[in-house]
């Protein structure tokens, strides 16, 4: 027969054995709170590294264009700089157009944009361009005109802003718009007299090509820099003389041919 065990043994073992079991299920919480946040944590790694990144597809290019004079920056309003045919000259007015862009790829295509966008080199408000949404990749170039094409190139038909009335081209003399106002004075045996070289009228589009002229496009906005050289008007591939030539081209196709040929340069 087994022998009683009296009432207190009984109670404490009693509690004893409650005291195993709170140990185990408060170990067994414990490591199950463990578990899981290893498992979350590992989840979160797996997926993480199993996130795919968005391809870009599209991108930004803004464009700013500088002056100079051949290797000096130009300064307006100051009768400084020689050009080509040594006449001492100042640049008081510099506008124009440019139009027709197309951006050459890596792989060989070009991509057209279409677009008028009015410089005033003196404003810089009207000194760069951004390009929106071009197809992301390497490019290696780009051509455009310094002025508007025949398409364009009609009398109304620019939006009516202040900038764009300022080029418009008299009606009597073919209608259209300014493609360059480009005005200042120069010296001439000792005196100083006003220059106006006004470029025109569709024969006189100049067609501008850049290459090596490097950009990426991607998920950053790219930039590119161009300049354009005010000398070049004046010397190639003709030397443009005021004296021979006029110091007012506007009324001349033949000065105006001069310096469309002359222009084909001027950007680099």
């Not at 599209?58 to 050009?83: R, S």
Request: glycine share 8%.
């Amino acid at each position: 027969m087994w022998p009683r065990l009296n009432s207190d043994l009984c109670h404490c073992l009693s509690s004893i054995i409650k005291l195993n079991f709170v140990v185990v299920y408060i170990i067994m919480k414990k490591a199950s709170i463990i578990f899981l946040i290893i498992s979350l944590v590992t989840s979160c790694v797996r997926n993480n590294s199993d996130i795919t990144q968005p391809t870009v597809t599209n991108g930004n290019l803004v464009l700013q264009v500088g002056y100079q004079f051949d290797n000096t920056a130009l300064l307006f309003d100051t009768i400084m700089f020689t050009n080509a045919a040594s006449y001492k000259i100042s640049v008081t007015r510099l506008q124009y157009y440019l139009s027709g862009f197309s951006f050459k790829r890596a792989d060989g295509t070009s991509l057209p944009y279409a677009g008028v966008f009015y410089f005033d080199a003196k404003d810089s408000k009207f000194g760069q361009i951004t390009f929106v949404n071009l197809p992301a990749g390497n490019y290696t170039g780009l051509s455009f005109n310094l002025g508007l094409d025949s398409s364009i190139n009609k009398t109304d038909n620019l939006p009516p802003t202040a900038e764009n009335n300022n080029m418009v081209w008299p009606v009597q003399m073919g209608g259209g718009y300014h493609f360059m106002k480009m005005e200042g004075l120069f010296i001439d045996t000792g005196s100083v007299f006003g220059y106006a070289m006004h470029l025109g009228k569709a024969p006189n589009l100049v067609s501008i090509s850049l290459s090596n002229k490097n950009f990426a496009i991607g998920a950053e906005t790219a930039n590119l820099n161009i300049k354009m050289n005010v000398a070049e008007w004046y010397k190639n591939p003709a030397i443009y003389d005021f004296d021979k030539d006029g110091n007012f081209s506007m009324g001349s196709d033949t000065a105006m041919a001069k310096l469309k040929n002359n222009g084909v340069d001027v950007f680099n």
